[in-house]
C-alpha cells in the first residue's frame, strides 16, 4: 500500500517544497498506479538541490521504499531504486571495477545526480551523467521505456532533469578498478592558479580549488592522482595541510577523506567521507559553467566583483568538467571551468548577489547548475543551449500530458 509523508524541505533547509504530501509506493505496481493517476508529479530523491528543481504543486514521489539492486552486467552496472554513490561504489569495487569519477559527496542518489549534470572534476573527466548508457523511464501512463545510446531520446533523457519521467534504473560504464592518492596543499600563489589553469587543473586526475577571492591563506589546491603522490603542486609552491584543513571559512570536523595515503577509488575521489555530514550542512549553493577556454578572463571577471558577495561567500570551489553530447549538459560540447559557490544560509542576501556574478560571466555564455540557486531568466539559459529545441519536442513527446513538468520547467526552459 502506498505511504505518504510531509514533504519537508531541500537538504540544507534552505528551500521548504511546496508539494503537499510525497507518495512512497512499495513496488512499481504502485508506483505506476500513482504515477498513471496524478495531475502532476515530481521525484524527491535525496534532497540536495537548492532550488524547486524537483518541487510540485501538487504532491512528489519517491522510491526510499522499492527494493534496491545493483548488478554488473558485463562492463556495465546497472542500479536499481533509490542507490546512492556510497551504495553503489564498493558493490562495483568488488567486482573489480570503478565509475571515471565521483562528485564531492557520495551521499547522493545516482538517479538524481545524473538527472542534473553533477559532477567530479578533472580535465578528462565528464560529468556523473557522461557515464549512462541506458536509462529505464516509467511514462505518465505507468508504463516503462528503456532508452539507450541508440534511442532518439537518449541525449535529452539521460541529463534531462525530470521532465521524461520517474528513472527507476540506469546503466552505467565503468572501467577498472584504480587507486588514487589525495592531498590539499596551501601556498600556491593566485596569479599561478588564475595565469596558467591548464597546469593547474591538468596536473593531476582530479583538481579542486578552493577560494575565497581576497585572503591567500584561505586559498586550498585539493589533487588527486593516480600516479602516486601530486607532487607537481609543491613545484609551485604548496604545503601539504596536517588533519585540520579549512575549505575557506568553512572548517571540516572529521568528515573528509584520507589524504597523504593511496586507496581506492571511491574512498579518494569524493572530498567527504559516506558516514559523516559533507560540508558544512547549514548553506546554500550556486554553480557556474564557462569555457575552460576562457578561464583566465571568467576568473578575472569574478575576483573583480568579491567584494560585492563576500560578506554572504563561505568558499568558492573551482573545477573542471570535459566535454560531453548530452543536451542540456552545461559542457555540452565543451570543455567547461566549473565555478561553485557554498553560501551562508541567507537565501535574501545570496539571491541580491546572484545578478552580479551572472552578469560578470555572461559574456563567457554562462550556464547554471540545474539543482543549485541562480537568478539568471529563462530566456538567458535557453540562449546557451544549442539543442534546447530538440530537449522540449522530446520531453513534450514523452509526456504529452505534461505530468512531469513544474514551474522551474516552465520558468528556465519554457517547457
Known sequence: MTQRRDAGTTWSGNHRYR??????????????EVVASARTLRVQATRHTFNDVADSDAALVSLERLPIRVEMVGDRV?????????????????????????????????AGATATGTHGSGVRNGNLSSAVRALEIMDAEGQTHRIDRAHAWFPAA????GAFGVIIALELQTEPTYTVTQQAYTGVAWDDIAGDPERVFGGSRSVSVFTTWGDPAHDLVWAKSDDGAPDWVEELGGRPVG????LGRIRTVDNTTPRGTEGPWHTRLPHFRADALPSDGDEIQSEYFVPFSAAREALAAVRAIAPAFDAQLLVTELRTVAADELWLSPAFQRDVLAIHFTWRNDTEGVLAVLPRIEAALAPFEVRPHWGKA??????????????????????????????????????????
Do not use: C
Not at 539521460?158 to 532533469?161: E, V, Y
Not at 588533519?243 to 579549512?246: C, G, L, S, T
Not at 505534461?402 to 517547457?415: A, C, E, P, S
Open 158 to 161: 539521460a541529463l534531462g532533469i
Open 78 to 110: 546497472r542500479v536499481e531504486g533509490l542507490v546512492t554513490f556510497a551504495q553503489l561504489a564498493p558493490v562495483i569495487e568488488a567486482e573489480g571495477r570503478a565509475l571515471h569519477n565521483l562528485g564531492s559527496l557520495p551521499h547522493i542518489s545516482v
Open 19 to 32: 508539494a503537499t504530501d510525497v507518495l512512497l509506493p512499495g513496488d512499481l505496481d504502485e508506483l505506476a
Open 374 to 415: 541562480f537568478a539568471m531568466p529563462g530566456e538567458a539559459v535557453r540562449a546557451t543551449l544549442p539543442r534546447v529545441d530538440g530537449f522540449l519536442a522530446a520531453a513534450r513527446d514523452a509526456d504529452p500530458r505534461g505530468v512531469f513538468r513544474n514551474d522551474f520547467l516552465r520558468r528556465t526552459l519554457g517547457l
Open 243 to 246: 588533519d585540520d584543513i579549512h
